[in-house]
């Protein structure tokens, strides 16, 4: 299916925990990125990338790694999960100068 | 200091009840403003683009224009299917191409 999916939709994990958000678009978008959404925070994002193989921090990096060795795929890695990391995560796509296309989410629990 | 501010955080209308949201931005250099749609446990859907001052676009009731320093999402004769949270996000000119999104405006049509 053409778009942009994530995976999974729901995870619940322990702290400490390393655990991976997968996401994956069909556009060939030069551009990923992925947000974070919490109540009375809006749309916070954590890493970003222009390219395969060139990643960077946004607002709100601690705690979490990417990577995107191919252009379709930008998982998104939390080394040792914390509550404060419990939110729903967003992916997006974009061709740069035009609009970004969201993935569904994943609502990510941390016990 | 927020770069993209949206008012009012949460509005309700009756069926019919006309009315504007509004998004204020302080980015310098502006390169595109962008509004989406969010559903309950959805991802952002993308809804408009604006480039320039006086630009104008238009979609059923929804109706996005763009000045200076803020831009406008018109609903004219809204109905229930309206209701739901719209966010507006800027993309600066220079740099990278990251959207920083507003925290949103919850929508709530009656019948």
């Known amino acids: 299916d053409a778009g942009i999916t994530q995976s999974p939709r729901y995870k619940i994990t322990e702290t400490g925990r390393q655990v991976t958000l997968m996401c994956h678009q069909t556009w060939s978008h030069s551009y990923m990125f992925w947000y974070r959404q919490d109540l009375g925070h809006g749309l916070r994002l954590i890493y970003y990338?222009?390219?395969?193989?060139?990643?960077d921090k946004g607002e709100v990096p601690d705690g979490y790694v990417v990577s995107r060795s191919k252009t379709e795929n930008f998982p998104l890695t939390l080394e040792s999960a914390t509550r404060s990391q419990t939110s729903v995560y967003f992916c997006?796509?974009?061709?740069?100068?035009?609009?970004?296309?969201f993935g569904q989410g994943t609502r990510l629990t941390v016990v | 200091e927020d770069q993209v501010t949206q008012s009012p955080e949460a509005l309700r209308l009756q069926e019919g009840e006309s009315s504007s949201l509004n998004c204020s931005y302080t980015v310098s250099g502006l390169r595109g403003l962008f509004w989406y749609r969010q559903d309950p446990g959805k991802g952002p859907e993308f809804l408009f683009t604006l480039y320039s001052a006086g630009e104008e676009k238009e979609k059923e009731r929804l109706k996005a224009t763009l000045t200076k320093k803020e831009s406008f999402l018109h609903i004219t004769a809204p109905k229930p299917e309206d209701s739901a949270t719209y966010l507006c996000a800027v993309q600066q000119s220079g740099g990278s191409y990251i959207p920083t999104f507003g925290r949103g405006t919850s929508l709530i049509v009656h019948p």
């Open positions: 997006a796509s974009g061709a740069g100068n035009t609009e970004a296309f």
């Open positions: 990338s222009a390219a395969a193989d060139i990643t």
